[in-house]
């Protein structure tokens, strides 16, 4: 009986050792550490990221006043409406001409800093990241005055070249033009730290080595710095044509949506139906739209990147 009892309490024991065991290598992984300390940012996420979706969601299904279940009427009152694809396509327009126009400067200003000698290249970087550190609406504020119909600095300028006084927030051509020259002017300087940072990653080596077999400027471009630089890109891209598709401020107060709602897009158009006219499902309805588009995107840019990472 005696035995029987002592080798209870060595099987315990033991099952107790391989617990604790257990539980020491758990902790001790990698991975698992590395889920504590991330998980303060998961739960904050979850709480402002997810919450708010899957409530718009449910949201999109109520009637104007939120206290029926109607389904889908509400995306189907949207796809009869012309101002809804007329958003649609001018948010599309505004993110990808936006994006492109930032792509290429950045490219080009971030080859010209890369090349000053390091402490002039310090001074440039400070002063092309001010228009990105700025709070975008306060910088807006200042455009609008640069734009204003009577005092516009613009015009006056462009008086002493004879040319007439253009309205740059009162015609649709120009009220574009506006917004995404304000966005490309904001934007821009986050394409040229990113490239520059990748630029400052490519081996002079290989530079050298094109120089020796003849490669002039532009081959070098296209032939090393292209492919060097190609993940950045594309995650830059990417990152971008989500906050630009997504950009409310620079729209919302330079033209408010106007002339004729052809400079909303799917932020500020659902700011005006949703908390402007009061229809808070129906403004949810326009806010979800921007998911599909940004995930096809997003599912095209990632998936590129894959491959080549694959491939290397």
Known sequence: MADVVVEQGRVARARGARKGSSLRNALGRKSTVAFFLTLPLILLIALLVLYPAFYSVY?????KAMTKFVG???FTFLFKRETFWMVVRQSCIFAITAVVFKA?????VAHFVHNIPGKKQRKWRGMLLVPWVIPPAMSTLAWLWLFDPSYSAFNYTLSFF??????WLGDTFWARFSVILVNVWYGAPFFLIMYL???KSVPDQLYEAAEIDGANWWQKIWHITLPMMRNIIAITTLFSL?????NFDIVR???SGGPLDTTHLFATWAFQVGIQSSDIPLGACVSLFMVPILAVAAIFILRDVNKRGNEA
């Not at 004879?162 to 309205?167: A, D, K, L, Q, S």
């Open 72 to 74: 889908l009427s509400n």
């Open 59 to 63: 949201l999109a299904t109520l009637n």
């Open 242 to 246: 989500i906050v630009t598709f997504a």
């Open 253 to 255: 107060i330079l033209t």
């Open 104 to 108: 290429l400067i950045g490219f080009i």
């Open 162 to 167: 004879g040319v007439g006084p253009i309205p």
């Open 197 to 199: 940072a990748a630029l």
